[in-house]
């Protein structure tokens, strides 16, 4: 049997809120494995067993590029949300974004380093900013895109957030709406054919270990377990997603986009920091193993 330590009890209710001895069981029954003790734990626990999302930690900010038919997004990190708010990196950041869209032999971060600069290299104006603010700056991700439609983005807390949408047909209000909503609800793909299929088997893991519970006949289980899915699909695909602006509170994106007889070429979402843990220190706790040490010595 694996051993269970504190640290990695620890990781696991930093990661998902849990209470530190449903933690413990969770791992002792996965044998130590993290990924199937959170499992276990949104089983028992629902889905206040996730709170990932909430810690990212890279700050920095999404720039945003759009001329005519072309467009890029990309997301450029920095240490602290100060020079995130710097007018020199902010200058940087959009820089970058145009050099992405001009350029479509940018296709990695080695490839846009190399481009040409301020009468220098994306790399050499990186690093002489780095030795200027003092922090290290980097570039994360980005993307480039060409439009079937018309592009629409959106810019939201601070550069945080930024969301650029290629809408088919529809109107200027429309794009704006739409491109705010992704903001909000921050969906995985536009339709379930887009999500991860891990995503979709984790989830129907889940559901069938709660469902089971229930005791309930085979069918039935079978029937709850769908269900769940499906509902998960809709929360997380934009055209599934209940329209944050729906007067009635029912009308999803699918029905909004057949009303006004328009169409979702593609999104682009960028959440500063997204999928990075963010190491948080506990300095009492520093002071008390320093205070332990010195006493040891």
């Known amino acids: 049997m694996a051993e269970i330590s504190a640290a990695m009890v620890k990781a696991l209710r930093e990661k998902t809120d849990a209470p530190m001895m449903e933690c413990k069981k969770a791992l002792t029954e996965a044998a130590g494995d993290m990924d199937k003790a959170e499992e276990i734990l949104r089983v028992r626990l629902g889905s206040k067993a996730t709170k990932a999302a909430s810690r990212v930690a890279a700050e920095g ?22 020079v ?3 007018d020199d990196f902010l200058g940087f950041a959009a820089d970058l974004a145009r050099i992405v869209m001009d350029d479509a032999s940018v296709d990695s971060v080695d490839t846009l380093s190399g481009k040409s600069l301020q009468g220098g290299t994306v790399d050499s104006v990186r690093t002489a900013l780095v030795g200027k603010i003092g922090e290290n700056i980097s570039v994360r991700r980005f993307s480039r895109h060409q439009a079937k439609g018309r592009f629409y983005s959106y810019i939201h807390g601070g550069a945080k957030i930024g969301v650029l ?6 109107d200027e ?13 921050k969906p995985r793909a536009l339709d379930a054919s887009g999500v991860d299929q891990a995503l979709i088997d984790t989830e129907r893991r889940v559901a069938t270990e709660k469902a089971a519970e229930s005791g309930k006949p085979a069918e039935i289980v079978a029937k709850m377990v769908e269900g769940t899915v499906q509902k998960f699909l809709k929360e997380v695909t934009l055209l599934g997603q209940v329209f944050v602006k729906a007067e009635d509170g029912k009308q999803t994106i699918e029905q909004l986009l057949k009303q006004k007889q328009a169409s979702i070429a593609s999104f682009a ?18 002071v008390a193993a320093q205070s332990a040490a010195a006493r040891a010595a």
């Not at 949408?165 to 529809?170: A, E, M, N, R, S």
């Not at 979402?269 to 520093?286: C, M, N, P, Q, T």
Request: glycine share 10%; aromatic share 4%.
């Open 61 to 82: 900010v999404v720039a945003i590029a759009t001329k005519g038919l072309m467009a890029a997004i990309i997301e450029v990190n920095c240490e602290t949300d100060f």
């Open 84 to 86: 995130a708010k710097n």
């Open 165 to 170: 949408l290629d809408l088919v047909g529809g």
């Open 173 to 185: 209000q429309l794009g704006r709406d739409l491109a705010m909503h992704i903001a909000a609800s």
């Open 269 to 286: 979402l960028y959440v500063v920091g997204e999928g990075i843990e963010k190491k948080v220190s506990d300095f009492a706790a520093e």
